[in-house]
């Protein structure tokens, strides 16, 4: 469920202070460090950089106009994300030595002292009609 319109964005009251006591002292590279990440990004704010405090260290964000009515969260994220990486050359290259128990014999070994008698192919009987 949104926000009521009537009540208006939410946001800290100290943010529009330190805003503007940053633009008033010209400052507006100045790193505005904060700890509220549920804030809503108002107009006043397009142009500075807030560092949000993500749990960890505060990531920079600098404010633009596309930034306006969202969460400062939004832009601060949490979480490491470790992607699924594809299988590794290594895993894919089958490894020199035979595995544990194996007597070390390769298929083609295998394969020319087995002595296999190969059967002829049966014939097919004719349907008479």
Same mark, same amino acid.
């Given at each position: 469920?949104?926000?009521?319109?009537?009540?208006?964005?939410?946001?800290?009251?100290?943010?529009?202070?330190?805003?503007?006591?940053? $633009?008033?002292?010209?400052?507006?590279?100045? %790193?505005? +460090?904060?700890? !509220?990440?549920? *804030?809503?990004?108002? /107009?006043?704010?397009?142009?500075?950089?807030?560092?949000?405090?993500?749990?960890?260290?505060?990531?920079?964000?600098?404010?633009?106009?596309?930034?306006?009515?969202?969460?400062?969260?939004?832009?601060?994220?949490? $979480?490491?994300?470790?992607?699924?990486?594809? %299988?590794? +050359?290594?895993? !894919?290259?089958? *490894?020199?030595?035979? /595995?544990?128990?194996?007597?070390?014999?390769?298929?083609?070994?295998?394969?020319?002292?087995?002595?296999?008698?190969?059967?002829?192919?049966?014939?097919?009987?004719?349907?008479?009609?």
């Amino acid at each position: 469920m949104t926000r009521s319109t009537w009540k208006g964005p939410f946001y800290e009251e100290y943010l529009l202070k330190k805003a503007d006591d940053v $633009r008033k002292s010209g400052k507006t590279n100045q %790193v505005i +460090k904060i700890w !509220t990440r549920r *804030s809503t990004i108002l /107009p006043e704010f397009v142009g500075l950089t807030f560092g949000v405090y993500n749990g960890n260290k505060f990531i920079p964000v600098s404010v633009n106009e596309n930034m306006v009515g969202h969460k400062f969260g939004e832009f601060s994220p949490t $979480r490491t994300f470790n992607s699924h990486s594809a %299988v590794s +050359k290594t895993e !894919t290259k089958p *490894s020199s030595a035979p /595995p544990p128990g194996a007597t070390g014999a390769t298929p083609d070994k295998v394969a020319s002292e087995k002595k296999v008698e190969e059967k002829p192919a049966p014939e097919k009987k004719e349907e008479k009609k």
